[in-house]
T-cell receptor, first 110, second 114 residues
Framework: RKEVEQDPGPFNVPEGATVAFNCTYSNSASQSFFWYRQDCRKEPKLLMSVYSSGNEDGRFTAQLNRASQYISLLIRDSKLSDSATYLCVVNRAGTYKYIFGTGTRLKVLA | DAGVIQSPRHEVTEMGQEVTLRCKPISGHNSLFWYRQTMMRGLELLIYFNNNVPIDDSGMPEDRFSAKMPNASFSTLKIQPSEPRDSAVYFC????????????FGQGTRLTVV
């Protein structure tokens, strides 16, 4: 079983839709959580960190559920420019190790 | 700051040849990571350094792979001999000290072994 698991998708949604991705992690000692975005043939870039109390950044909301060991990303009012792969990232406690999920592909359709 | 710089951007080599990938982390960052990305396996952590010291190389696939960080501003990932299954995009990333910090990625090296 992979340490970080995501549904690969693709999620095809119309512009303006709300879409949510989940990610599960297996190591209960995981300490920090992030969502990264990767455009085709580009490097991953930080979208947002995920805090225990949940956090919002514009149209993006991230949630953490430690009891069930999953994090989520909600995108409201999807734009064409949101089309990308979204990577769930977990930092293992006591280390500097960033473990990436394989990513969820999102395609926003006009 | 120029960000994490990797070279070359693209590399095509024949099976059996030695390949060296290079990375210059962001100045002042203490941790450096090498990742490999393929369609099948996603982003896999190969090795990471903290203060130029290799901390965890458990992701290095086999003895053909080696990595060094001779100083705070330079790291190499070497594959010798290369095989077609090594074809992938290799990313280098760096972070400042602290755990809840952003990892900054270079643009990657696209390696094709024929």
């Amino acid at each position: 079983r992979k340490e970080v698991e995501q549904d690969p998708g693709p999620f095809n949604v119309p512009e303006g839709a709300t879409v949510a991705f989940n990610c599960t992690y297996s190591n209960s000692a995981s300490q920090s959580f992030f969502w990264y975005r990767q455009d085709c043939r580009k490097e991953p870039k930080l979208l947002m960190s995920v805090y225990s109390s949940g956090n919002e950044d514009g149209r993006f909301t991230a949630q953490l559920n430690r009891a069930s060991q999953y994090i989520s990303l909600l995108i409201r009012d999807s734009k064409l420019s949101d089309s990308a792969t979204y990577l769930c990232v977990v930092n293992r406690a006591g280390t500097y190790k960033y473990i990436f999920g394989t990513g969820t592909r999102l395609k926003v359709l006009a | 700051d120029a960000g994490v710089i990797q070279s070359p951007r693209h590399e095509v080599t024949e099976m059996g040849q030695e390949v060296t990938l290079r990375c210059k982390p962001i100045s002042g960052h203490n941790s450096l990571f090498w990742y490999r990305q393929t369609m099948m396996r996603g982003l896999e952590l190969l090795i990471y350094f903290n203060n130029n010291v290799p901390i965890d190389d458990s992701g290095m696939p086999e003895d053909r792979f080696s990595a060094k960080m001779p100083n705070a501003s330079f790291s190499t990932l070497k594959i010798q001999p290369s095989e077609p299954r090594d074809s992938a995009v290799y990313f280098c990333a760096s972070t400042p000290t602290g755990r809840n910090t952003e990892a900054f990625f270079g643009q990657g090296t696209r390696l094709t072994v024929v």
